[in-house]
T-cell receptor, first 114, second 117 residues
Framework: AQSVTQLGSHVSVSEGALVLLRCNYS??????LFWYVQYPNQGLQLLLK??????LVKGINGFEAEFKKSETSFHLTKPSAHMSDAAEYFC????????????FGAGTTVTVRA | GAVVSQHPSRVICKSGTSVKIECRSL??????MFWYRQFPKKSLMLMAT?????????EQGVEKDKFLINHASLTLSTLTVTSAHPEDSSFYIC?????????????FGPGTRLTVT
């Protein structure tokens, strides 16, 4: 089955350090991929999306992600973590072009140390 | 970006009663809406896909008679939890999309916290 996998359920970084969240997808065709952020008791906010236009995607709040077909990966990075980046992050993919449903990863909790 | 609202944000109901949750797309016409359930510290579980004017498509294992979904207009979908029980307590999130949105991107509502006592 087509799926999205997030490696690491919890990431702890120091303020100012690099944030790296890993996401891999399983698909025989280039998918549509998304990264969402969720703050406690809130819905999901889109950080960025890959739609095959460019492999390096820049999003909001200083986040970016690179689509690597050879590695079937779409890792999320931010050069310098801020305290406000503490949240839950979900990678999601629409694997089939004619199916609007999203497959979500299990999520990664990010904590930022002062 | 497109805005999706949910109402209520929180609801407490007694076991055996029914509760309705509304999901509205405020500034676009949503041909398709999705209903998710999220358990604490867990990812989103898709419950059903709702297309305007047609019956919802439920995911395997989701009781369609318990979770009634109606998508009567292009801006409103409702989820009714019938005869709610404590195990139905959860965070319910809706999302909406449309062919007019890039990559059929889903916009998410803020969620509804349901507590069944």
């Amino acid at each position: 089955a087509q799926s999205v996998t997030q490696l690491g359920s919890h990431v702890s970084v120091s303020e100012g350090a690099l944030v790296l969240l890993r996401c891999n997808y399983s698909s025989s065709v280039p998918p549509y991929l998304f990264w969402y952020v969720q703050y406690p008791n809130q819905g999901l906010q889109l950080l960025l999306k890959y739609t095959s236009a460019a492999t390096l995607v820049k999003g909001i709040n200083g986040f970016e992600a690179e689509f690597k077909k050879s590695e079937t990966s779409f890792h999320l990075t931010k050069p310098s973590a801020h305290m406000s980046d503490a949240a839950e992050y979900f990678c999601a993919g629409r694997i089939r072009s004619n199916d609007y449903k999203l497959s979500f990863g299990a999520g990664t909790t990010v904590t930022v140390r002062a | 970006g497109a805005v999706v609202s949910q109402h209520p944000s929180r609801v407490i109901c007694k076991s055996g009663t029914s509760v309705k949750i509304e999901c509205r797309s405020l500034d676009f016409q949503a041909t398709t809406m999705f209903w998710y359930r999220q358990f604490p510290k867990k990812s989103l579980m898709l419950m059903a896909t709702s297309n305007e004017g047609s019956k919802a498509t439920y995911e395997q294992g989701v009781e369609k008679d318990k979770f009634l979904i109606n998508h009567a207009s292009l801006t409103l979908s409702t989820l009714t939890v019938t005869s709610a029980h404590p195990e139905d307590s959860s965070f319910y999130i809706c999302s909406a999309t449309s062919p007019g949105l890039a990559a059929y991107e889903q916009y998410f509502g803020p969620g509804t916290r349901l507590t069944v006592t």
